[in-house]
């Protein structure tokens, strides 16, 4: 099987985005260029060919960065399992592992200017600030926090129940700011809004569910709220276990980035209350 016409068939017919599919073509190029520098097709691939590939890019002068590597061996075996089903796949135990460095979370702060931006009377900036002060008390997502009903809130207990990744359901609390300024948006905001029955917390012009694309324009990276209520929740004291529980993070590995933080605190803790600190 001629490598580049299966590398042609995959791109045009694997569903890939147009994005992906520039990406992947410059990899899976430079791949069939390496094979066939050593007489290989790609029905020769298996772990030891992919291994020695991984090991050279290793050694590139050009210093590839682990994400690049990773997304390399990502294109290789989905364009593997396409053409010969996934029998066919080698283990990933030879993808290149992405350091894992602390999330750049923004200061109390910066928080606080953030959510001071938006702040208004109008019904979309009392829709923005609500939406702001959840992701920021609840640590949401930016898919979960557009993807909240209004019967997701709870503020009886001060919870709102959360539907994240892989469909797993999470109860996450609703702080004190954050309730009051849904209220306030529940009582003056989404009521205007509103156009016939939606059952969706935060509504768009037109009255229709938001979409994440608008949490990006309101901050340029929603995520980085999500890490500053992990960090800020670390630096007042919460422990991993509670902060993995809360993100909705399947593993504690997931979490483990912010053990530098943790790390600081429990040395704090150390050096107020042990007699030889």
Known sequence: MRTTAAIDRFLERGGLSEATQRAYRSDLDSFALWLDERGLGLEGVDARVLADWISELGHDRRRLAPATVSRRVAAIRSCLRFTFGPARVPDAAFSSRRSRRL???????????????????????LRNRALLEVLYSG???????????????????????????GGKERMVPLGEEAAQHVALYLRDGRPELARGAVDALFLSARGRRLDTSTVRRLVRNPHRLRHAFATHLLEGGADLRTIQELLGHASLSTTQIYSHVDAKRLRRVYDRSHPRS
Do not use: Q, T, W, Y
Not at 142 to 164: C, K, P, Q, T, Y
């Open 103 to 125: 999330p750049d979370a923004p200061k109390m702060s910066e928080v606080d200017a953030l959510l001071e931006r938006v702040e208004g009377s109008s019904p979309l900036a």
């Open 139 to 165: 640590g949401l997502r930016s898919a979960e926090a557009v993807g909240l009903d209004l019967s997701d809130l709870n503020f009886e207990r001060e919870a709102i129940h959360v539907r994240g990744k």
